[in-house]
């Protein structure tokens, strides 16, 4: 069963996200809505993991699920987030136990709520 729902604004051929843990929004339909995205995300109990900011928001104003991980790390080329995703990962995974929302900076990881 998925644990996190991967949003359209990141790259959907990436080796981290295939697997039974992740499925992405272009599986469900590249045409929908974030409001459509946080129901199936919360009905599901998946963690969103986006960059886009009104997800965080949202996380901000309400209860889990889903939890939310924000990237908040820029434009990077492909080889360097997977280098980078690959390396903060576990302790993202981690920090989502304890947080509604996880924000992931280039040096650092900030967890609220």
Same mark, same amino acid.
């Given at each position: +069963?998925?644990?996190?729902?991967? @949003? %359209?604004?990141? !790259?959907?051929? *990436?080796?981290?996200? =295939?697997?039974?843990?992740?499925? =992405?929004?272009?599986?469900? /339909? @590249? @045409?929908?809505?974030?409001?459509?995205?946080?129901?199936? &995300?919360?009905? =599901? #109990?998946? &963690?969103?993991?986006?960059?886009? %900011?009104? *997800?965080?928001?949202? %996380?901000?104003?309400?209860?889990? !699920?889903?939890?939310?991980?924000?990237?908040?790390?820029?434009? +990077?080329?492909?080889?360097?987030?997977?280098?980078?995703?690959?390396?903060?990962? !576990?302790?993202?995974? #981690? +920090?989502?136990? &304890? =947080?509604?929302?996880?924000?992931?900076? !280039?040096?650092?990881?900030? /967890?609220?709520?």
């Amino acid at each position: +069963m998925p644990r996190f729902l991967i @949003d %359209a604004n990141l !790259p959907y051929r *990436f080796s981290l996200w =295939h697997g039974p843990d992740y499925v =992405h929004v272009y599986d469900l /339909g @590249d @045409d929908w809505t974030d409001s459509e995205i946080w129901r199936y &995300a919360r009905e =599901h #109990q998946l &963690a969103i993991v986006t960059k886009d %900011a009104d *997800f965080s928001d949202r %996380a901000l104003l309400s209860e889990p !699920p889903p939890r939310v991980v924000h990237l908040r790390i820029g434009n +990077m080329r492909l080889k360097t987030l997977f280098g980078f995703l690959t390396g903060v990962w !576990p302790e993202v995974e #981690q +920090m989502l136990r &304890a =947080h509604k929302l996880v924000l992931v900076y !280039p040096n650092r990881l900030e /967890g609220l709520g």
